[in-house]
């Protein structure tokens, strides 16, 4: 027995330390995203004020940890979720102990696992969030629970593990309003544990235990109540996609791809239900509290999904505990000796290859999810670090940012220290553009140039704003956020005629420049007036730089407006106008170079042909020489 304790002891002290690594492993690889930024925002209030602002959705827990956390460890990417870290790493030694508490040991070790690999919870874990915690407090709760109970018939430190019940239980629902399913899932199981056992003392013991939980949330509880006038952040969904959706995010994460998302899917609910017979035949009451603390906070958060859409799968975290276990029962029927009732709780550790192998091979699909939350930008968080150093890399003296997104200084402005100012625009998006207009130039006066930060919806009145009045850049997208540079009218333009046909649709008029000798790294603001002819396709224009021998060292493809004026909706009859920004290579040597304009069919690539060839000249820029004194 020694012998199988010590390599079980050995094993899970392997199962925590991949569990660690995996989790400080690019801890702080991505940016923080918006919800981890109103954790920050608010645990670094003044702890009267942070309780006082508190929103009703939002609960206590985590974010007076946070506060706490924050002096000795700073707030740096790394120090901030490192607070999220090690209670995912304490869930798997949680895990372990609750398996073996309830009858065995190796079914522990295969849930802690499971659980250490899991991309679900290796997400939460490197998040600034109270997720993590949610699941350590959940997992203690029900430890001190079955030993509270002392449903094994051994005489314990009763009265201690129902303070620690008590205290748990609170910590749980003060992190979460979603906690409070594992208090319920609780009440269900030693109801009917105490019905079937008649144990009315230890029904007494959990009764006392969990008045003490209600009693220690007892001061938050008025400001609870007001949860019932949330109407939740999300769009209404469907109530029934989510016995499904928890199913895949608590097993193989979202990160899975296909085609082994959905066959591992159910492998898990068929080892899962396997595990409930499994249980069943170790420990009844095991099994009657694995099932309570899966089934009931399910059906919970269905009940409460009729009312409020608000229901994604990490508020209720607290289900991927009894729900692996489960899956480990399931996998611990692959050893022969499982069928043989006597030796059922007996299992000497390391004797059954095909389960270990099994734990293994499920292990290392969860690893192919891992490696995709590691690789996959597609998956990545919206990367508002990239963002603010974009901008700060191209800034000059005058220049403004305007965010036009939720409030900068939940994230952004925690990864920005440039000198430009930034100015929050996200109350225009839905403005009149005569509104936007008469407030963009008051905050533009004077600015040669703009820095636009758009994410979280579509283009709008800002963009239309941006778009006529400025000269655009290629934007850079960094997962969700768009970072574009602007120039902002020039005092003087240089314009220069052309008259040239691009087809039978369109006549080139006349380009305008604000200047032709401009200096390696300038935005050169490049405006094109048209006349249309006939209806035109919808062509893509190419802005190219050419030197002395002919070779393009710079060039942009874009369509006019930055997409907002396409050729094809340009009225017949009806003059055009295009502006664009032409940002110059910093290392550009100096000479004479050309800036010429091609039409082309986005669609085959195939130019639009004038007298002058594929390609229009439209000025020949001096980059880095003196003006030519005048005539």
């Not at 734990?359 to 969860?366: E, F, V, W």
């Not at 956020?481 to 005629?497: D, F, Q």
């Not at 040239?500 to 604000?514: N, P, T």
Request: glycine share 8%; proline share 7%.
């Amino acid at each position: 027995m020694l012998r199988a304790r010590t390599l079980h002891r050995l094993g899970m002290l392997m199962i925590l330390l991949l569990a660690f690594g995996l989790r400080a492993y690019h801890l702080d690889f991505q940016s923080l995203w918006s919800d981890e930024g109103i954790s920050l925002q608010r645990a670094a209030l003044p702890l009267t004020q942070m309780l006082a602002e508190l929103p009703v959705e939002h609960l206590p827990g985590y974010f007076l940890l946070l506060h706490l956390w924050l002096p000795g460890a700073g707030d740096a990417d790394f120090a901030l979720r490192f607070l999220s870290l090690w209670p995912g790493v304490a869930s798997v030694a949680l895990i372990y102990r609750l398996g073996a508490d309830l009858g065995h040991r190796p079914a522990g070790i295969v849930a802690g696992l499971l659980l250490a690999t899991g991309g679900f919870q290796l997400w939460y874990a490197q998040e600034a969030r109270m997720y993590t915690w949610l699941l350590a407090t959940s997992l203690l709760a029900t430890v001190a629970l079955w030993r509270l109970l002392e449903v094994d018939g051994r005489r314990r430190n009763r009265w201690g593990w129902g303070v620690l019940y008590a205290l748990a239980t609170a910590a749980t629902v003060y992190l979460h309003l979603f906690g409070a399913l594992v208090p319920l899932a609780h009440a269900c199981f030693v109801s009917i544990w105490a019905i079937f056992t008649r144990n009315r003392q230890g029904f007494g013991r959990w009764l006392i235990a969990a008045t003490g939980a209600l009693l220690l949330f007892l001061p938050w509880l008025p400001r609870v109540v007001g949860i019932f006038g949330f109407g939740g952040w999300r769009e209404p969904g469907d109530p029934a996609e989510i016995p499904w959706r928890y199913l895949a995010a608590f097993t193989v994460s979202d990160a899975m791809p296909a085609p082994w998302r959905t066959p591992l899917v159910w492998l898990y609910a068929l080892l899962a239900s396997a595990g409930l017979i499994f249980w069943w035949r170790t420990r009844r009451a095991a099994a009657l509290l694995l099932a309570t603390g899966v089934l009931l906070p399910m059906a919970a958060v269905i009940a409460l999904a009729l009312r409020n859409p608000d229901y994604h799968e990490r508020y209720a975290i607290t289900v991927t505990a009894p729900l692996l276990l489960l899956t480990a029962g399931g996998v611990g029927w692959l050893d022969w000796r499982t069928w043989r009732r006597s030796q059922l709780t007996a299992t000497p550790a390391g004797a059954a290859a095909l389960p270990l192998i099994a734990a293994l091979l499920l292990a290392g699909a969860n690893l192919i999810a891992v490696q995709r939350l590691y690789t996959d930008a597609t998956l990545h968080k919206p990367d508002f670090r990239s963002a603010a150093q974009t901008i700060m890399a191209g800034l000059q003296p005058g220049d403004v940012v305007l965010v036009d997104g939720p409030d900068p200084n939940k994230v952004f402005l925690h990864y920005y220290k440039g000198a430009a100012p930034v100015i929050a625009v996200a109350d225009l998006e839905h403005a009149s553009l005569e509104e936007a207009d008469v407030r963009l130039r008051e905050l533009t006066a004077g600015a040669a140039h703009v820095w636009e930060l758009l994410y979280f919806h579509a283009p709008a009145t800002v963009q239309v704003w941006l778009a006529t009045q400025g000269w655009a850049t290629d934007p850079t997208y960094h997962n969700g956020i768009r970072v574009t540079r602007y120039g902002l009218a020039p005092t003087a333009p240089i314009t220069l005629s052309l008259g040239v046909d691009f087809g039978d649709a369109l006549r080139l008029e006349q380009v305008s420049l604000d200047t032709l000798t401009p200096q390696p790294g300038d935005l050169l603001r490049v405006s094109t007036d048209w006349f249309t002819r006939a209806p035109a396709p919808e062509y893509k224009f190419s802005l190219r730089l050419s030197d002395a021998a002919g070779t393009v060292v710079q060039s942009v493809d874009y369509t006019p407006q930055n997409w907002f004026a396409p050729t094809n909706i340009w009225r017949v009859g009806q003059p055009a106008r295009d502006q664009r920004g032409f940002l110059l290579p910093a290392d550009l040597s100096p000479g004479a170079y050309r800036l010429t304009l091609r039409l082309y069919d986005p669609a085959t690539g195939a130019a639009v042909m004038t007298a002058a060839g594929e390609d229009v000249e439209l000025a020949v820029l001096k980059v880095g020489l003196k003006p030519s004194p005048p005539a």
